[in-house]
């Protein structure tokens, strides 16, 4: 039994590994589309005029009242549609040209719900900030923009290390979503790995304890971030789930 | 400061209006202020003192009037209000620190950021400034690590590091607790006695008759009346200002003429 196992890992392991891999890349390129795309919309949602900040809700609400499976599948299978297609090859973009590789449709999925959840945890900590210290910004000479940019940002950025540290381990779980689309991630090549050997029992619970390690030394990290940007004499609210 | 023209006002407004909704909160506010002198405005809750002090740095922009500051229109349409803000100095109730900074950088970011002045240069100054309110030991703490008097001294350095022409407190002592008072008074009387031209929204009547020049009594977005201390204090011209000073006085009793 024992020899078996040792046996058997060294037979997956190269395949969980290129798996593991292929999900901490998607995990750390879908926060920093999300991350792109969420401060901005917060930003608009906050400082916008009505039209942007009508826009920036709406969006916000499409993505987080829709299931994140929906948004995969309509970016993977629904953009790739032959009548959209030849729509677009007619307006002279290339032909096929929505229609995605697995990995992009999965990077600009996870990437753009991240991006609605983001900007709500930005919006929360620029609120949470408050307009006295805009208005004194403002009342010194300084224009919006740096009033936002020196004075408001720099404590809303810190405000949201903790959310954002939930947004991380949400992201590295939410990745195994992918694995629907045909992208070879770490539940990807777990999945393979059980359909060949039909052992559920032991490749569940080793995956789900692979995701709770990732999670957790994310969760310590960003507990080191968040003491590291403390500033002295503020107490931080920690918002963890 | 130019003093060529001593006699004329470095403030200026005229026929200042503004409303919020249903709410008529100035009605034709018209008030001078020559350099050096220090206006305190008291009158009670809602009666559009700050929404005055607001609109000279234009904070709030009013729906009529003209307000002119050392000779520039700042209602006019194409005013850089970012260039007129620089050189008004602001005090608010809550202080308003930026919590992230220091408090020498605190004071140091609007030469920074406004005026472009070297960073050394720049905290060389709000080193000076922190002085000039009693506070060089406090140079590193965080607002966080601060007491609300302490607080409150260093968002006047902040604002007289910017050299302003005018100061305007908003209740600067309001939301402290009173033990805390007497230190931003006296910082704030150690201005008027050099000279910085002042205009104060204060409940603190000790200051008021020590330190104004001029005290201006407004209710209902008007100004009542306006004078010297001994004026509205002793010989009020409007039955409504010897009834808001009488209140003030009953319920602050004999402290009023010792505090501040």
């Not at chain 1, 795309?37 to 809700?57: D, K, Q």
């Not at chain 1, 790739?80 to 697995?102: Q, R, S, T």
């Not at chain 2, 977005?221 to 009953?250: C, S």
């Amino acid at each position: 039994m024992i020899p078996n196992l040792v046996e058997f890992w060294e037979m997956i392991w190269p395949n969980l590994g290129r798996g593991l891999i292929v999900t901490l890349k998607l995990s750390a390129g879908a926060l920093l589309i999300g991350l792109l795309i969420g401060l901005p919309t917060s930003l608009l949602r906050v400082y916008g005029t009505r039209g942007m900040r009508a826009a920036a809700t709406a969006f916000v609400d499409i993505i987080r009242g829709t299931p994140q499976l929906v948004q995969l599948f309509f970016i993977y299978y629904g953009l790739a549609d032959a009548g959209l297609n030849a729509i677009l090859v007619n307006l002279g973009f290339p032909n096929g040209f929505l229609v995605l590789e697995p990995m992009v449709a999965a990077y600009v999925a996870l990437g753009v719900n991240s991006g609605a959840y983001q900007a709500e945890y930005f919006r929360g900590a620029i609120q949470a900030v408050g307009s006295g210290q805009l208005t004194a910004a403002r009342a010194l000479g300084m224009t919006r923009l740096q009033a936002i940019l020196h004075i408001v940002l720099p404590q809303a950025l810190r405000l949201a290390v903790a959310p954002w540290s939930n947004e991380a381990a949400y992201m590295v779980k939410y990745t195994s979503v992918v694995s629907l689309i045909a992208v070879s991630d770490l539940f990807g090549e777990a999945r393979r790995i059980m359909s060949r050997h039909y052992n559920q029992m032991l490749m569940l619970p080793l995956v789900g304890l692979v995701y709770l390690a990732i999670v957790l030394l994310i969760t310590w990290l960003m507990q080191h971030v968040e003491k590291r940007v403390a500033i002295p004499g503020v107490e931080v609210e920690a918002q963890r789930a | 400061m130019t003093d060529q023209t001593p006699e004329a006002p470095i403030v200026r407004i005229r026929d200042l209006h503004k409303r919020y909704g249903d709410l008529d909160v100035l009605r034709g506010v018209s008030l001078d202020v020559t350099r050096g002198e220090v206006v305190v405005i008291i009158g009670p809750s809602g009666t559009g003192k700050s929404t005055l002090l607001r609109c000279i740095n234009q904070l709030t922009r009013p729906d009529s009037g003209r307000v002119w500051l050392d000779g520039v229109e700042v209602t006019a349409p194409e005013c850089n209000l970012n260039e007129v803000r620089a050189e008004v100095g602001m005090v608010f109730q809550d202080f308003n620190l930026f919590n992230h900074l220091t408090a020498i950088k605190n004071v140091a970011i609007g030469p920074i950021r406004v005026l472009h002045m070297d960073r050394a240069q720049a905290l060389e100054l709000a080193r000076y400034e922190l002085e000039r309110v009693g506070l060089a030991g406090k140079a590193d703490a965080y607002p966080g690590q601060l007491s609300g008097g302490q607080k409150q001294r260093v968002a006047i350095a902040r604002a007289l590091a910017m050299k302003p022409k005018v100061m305007l407190f908003d209740e600067p002592t309001s939301a402290l607790d009173p033990e805390l008072i007497g230190e931003v008074l006296e910082v704030m009387k150690k201005l008027a006695q050099e000279h910085m031209t002042m205009l104060v929204v204060t409940h603190e009547m000790g200051f008021a008759r020590e330190v104004a020049n001029r005290i201006v009594f407004m209710e209902g977005g008007n100004i009542v009346e306006e004078g010297p201390p001994a004026q509205l204090f002793y010989a009020a011209q409007h039955p409504r200002t010897a009834e808001f000073l009488g209140k003030i006085a009953d319920l602050y009793g004999d402290e009023q003429g010792s505090s501040g």
